[in-house]
């Protein structure tokens, strides 16, 4: 259990059955009146950002958060499957679960699965991937307008946007948080 006092950025706590990652927190003290803790909170299964104040002698049980490196196999339809690496166990998430997180990873690549209490809720891909692009139009000699950019179509169906001297084939290194180019490969 952790007291509301005790809130620092990063804590995930369990409210009411939903897991929450604290965001922000400010312990407050008023000219009048009890001291409260005023906290931005974001839901870690639904995604939902709230702000809500507490007590300071409040409790709530700490949520462990597992995190699990393991190797995203394949998708057939509804099911992406993933192999732990260690104990080459396999699992099956649904699409509906996964989300867009799988945007920009290509398959045998390791991504962290994030589970509270044995269920899945989210997937962590890695920071920067290398991506050949599949489709974009060509830059013509003598188009260098500054800033100027065009989209291009990577090798796992996501679309991103390119300088325009980016040519099918070359390999992309692209933020999958952003989802922006970062250079070539």
Known sequence: MISA?????GVTIEIDGDIFVIIDFQHVKPGK???FVRTTLRNLISGGVTERTFRPTEKFPKAHIERRNMQYLYNDGEIYNFMDNESFEQIGINSSDVGDSLKFVKENEVVTI???????FGIEPPLIVELEVADTEPGFKGDTATGATKPALLETGASVKVPLFVNVGDKLKVDTRTGEYLGRA
């Open 5 to 9: 006092s005790e809130f620092r950025n």
């Open 33 to 35: 009146g009890a001291a």
């Open 114 to 120: 994030l589970s509270h209490s044995g269920n899945v």
